[in-house]
């Protein structure tokens, strides 16, 4: 018990309260009873306590702090107070209190056993002193002196059931002086014996937070509230190369000012890449608050990515010549074929031994495959077209659709019955020319699903759009539909399941809706039909300059 709840400073504490009390009793003893009643004991006690304090700090000196030290001393102590009460007026003087504060030191020092058994011991102290009282077998009251003056207004005679009133009742408040000081004093060693855990742990957090910042290759700089530098670990330093004095350098750095820019708006990004010292960094950003809640400032983390940055540029380079390559090939096989068709029918016109019947079919021959590489080659135009177009030219919807539904008839669509429910004539802003092809090239799909089916019929529709501020163009085919595995790759370029197809017309259309900020969405069921809907933002009347072209 006593390694756990005494320090070196506390027992010192101890010796100097122990000589302020005993010297101050005795010396108002001395004073006040004066030097021939009391000056031999009082000095005798007050020479026993210097000695013991002496000794005390000898031992502690050579040897470790024993228990049974403190219990010698507490002892002797018992029996001085009670040789000084006895001499200044007896087991129920008013210095009898003296007993009090005894018990309770020593609850202080040695815990609740400590304080209930010195407790007992200056019991039995006060009861030793009643019974002297009450025998009479010792009279050391001084005389000639104020306090035999005092003591004289005492009745003379004390009656034992008096004597063992007063012992009972002052042995059960200091039984429970002695518990309560013993209980507190535990409680407290036991309270702050925590709390020094708690720092501890703190400390050695803290002591740790630290050691892992240094460790970290990445550089951490943190601001408080009012953008004073508070702390940058090594990896930092090194970043931003800067020395002993980094707190007024960083001022003059690009962090400093990117992170209290970013501290004091709201709208900064928290990652930013930035270029220092010839370095590309990473920096992300953050703030962090205090234990009330309040902002207490922001850090920054800086990582090194300049040979990421190096290894994702070169790998940006060979995935676009990976995809140049991956487009010639496949641009020079689409072209092949049609080339080499023309360029056997050109063979055949130029021996001259056809009649004119074979001669128109070499004709249109030649005609059909040049139409379908100039669709190749527009098709790889689209891939490489600027996303971020910004018509101003409005068109006329209803003029789309009339133009896409000719063009068709009177071509691809010949054989398949087409019908046409147009329910206005919406404006928007675009190219009539792109929007024509994203509507011929659905209709061409639905009619090559149809495959010249007898009963295949394909309804193209203009109507306002369920979307607010949209127009919907919808072509519907009542053919074999579009099974899931196909739907998944059906915006793929180059995907197709037709054969000689390109498997650029659904492609090339999204991307012409999405050019005049719209969008195409499909909706198929096997066995039921294919329904694809272009919806495109109607242009408001106030943004229509009075002559509407509508061609372009």
């Known amino acids: 018990m006593l390694k756990g709840i005494l320090t070196m400073k506390r027992r010192s504490w101890f010796q100097v309260g122990r000589l302020i009390v005993f010297g101050l009793f005795v010396f108002l003893g001395i004073l ?13 006690v007050g020479s026993v306590v210097i000695l013991t304090v002496l000794l005390d700090f000898l031992l502690r000196r050579r040897t470790k702090e024993k228990e049974w030290q403190l219990w010698v001393e507490f002892v002797l102590d018992s029996i001085l107070a009670s040789l ?8 129920d003087g008013p210095l009898t209190v003296l007993f009090f504060l005894h018990t309770f030191t020593a609850g202080v020092y040695l815990g609740i056993r400590g304080g209930v058994a010195i407790a007992i011991l200056d019991s039995l102290m006060i009861a030793s002193l009643a019974f002297v009282t009450i025998s009479g077998l010792v009279d ?7 306090f035999e003056k005092l003591m004289n207004t005492v009745p003379s005679e004390i009656s034992f059931q008096y004597a063992l009133l007063f012992v009972m009742i002052y042995a059960g408040f200091l039984t429970i002086t002695g518990l309560v000081s013993g209980y507190l004093s535990q409680h407290l060693l036991f309270e702050k014996g925590r709390a020094e855990g708690i720092l501890r742990q703190l400390r050695e957090a803290r002591t740790m937070s630290r050691e892992i910042l240094e460790s970290l290759s990445d550089g951490i700089l943190v601001i408080d509230n009012s953008g004073t530098p508070v702390s940058i670990n090594n990896a930092g330093l090194k970043i931003l190369l800067m020395g002993d004095d980094w707190k007024e350098e960083v001022y003059n750095t690009d962090i400093y000012t990117m992170l209290r820019e970013f501290q004091l708006s709201e709208g900064m990004p928290p990652v930013i890449e930035v270029s220092v010292n010839n370095e590309i960094l990473e920096c992300r ?3 962090f608050l205090d234990l009330e809640g309040n902002a207490a400032g922001a850090l920054v983390a800086m990582t090194d990515i300049t040979e990421t940055f190096e290894l994702k540029r070169q790998l940006q380079e060979q995935e676009k010549l990976a995809a140049i390559g991956r487009l010639s090939s496949t641009m020079a096989h689409e072209i ?8 056997g029918a050109a063979h055949i016109l130029k021996m001259g031994t056809l009649d004119w019947k074979k001669t128109d079919r070499m004709t249109d ?45 009177q071509g691809f669509g010949s054989q398949t019955e087409i019908e046409s429910h147009i329910e206005g004539n919406f404006i928007v802003f675009g190219n009539q020319a792109r929007l024509v092809q994203l509507l011929t090239n659905v209709m061409r799909n639905s009619v ?12 193209v529709s203009l109507v306002k759009s369920p979307l607010d501020g949209m127009a919907e163009m919808t072509v519907s085919d009542n053919g074999p539909g579009i099974t899931d595995e196909v739907m998944v790759q059906l915006f793929d370029p180059f995907f197709t399941t037709k054969e000689g197809g390109t498997g650029l017309g659904l492609f090339v259309a999204r991307k012409v809706a999405r050019d005049h900020r719209g969008r195409m969405d499909i909706d198929s069921e096997p066995w039921e039909g294919t329904t694809v809907r272009v919806s495109i933002p109607i242009a408001s009347p106030d943004a229509i300059a009075p002559e509407t072209g509508g061609n372009q």
């Open 448 to 459: 090559e699903a149809l495959k010249s089916d007898s009963e295949g019929k394909i309804t």
């Open 336 to 343: 092949r074929n049609p080339l080499a068709s023309m360029s």
């Open 84 to 91: 000084l009460i006895r001499i200044a007026g007896g087991f």
């Open 365 to 409: 021959l030649i005609s059909n495959q040049a139409k379908r590489i100039s669709e190749i080659i527009e098709g790889y135009l689209e891939l490489s077209r600027e996303s971020t177009v910004s018509y101003t030219n409005p068109v006329s919807l209803e003029a789309v659709a009339t133009e896409a539904i000719e063009v068709a008839k």
């Open 285 to 287: 950003m953050g703030t």
């Open 32 to 44: 006040f009873l004066g030097w021939t009643s009391v000056g031999r004991v009082y000095s005798t």
């Open 140 to 146: 050391v009251t001084p005389t000639g002196s104020a």
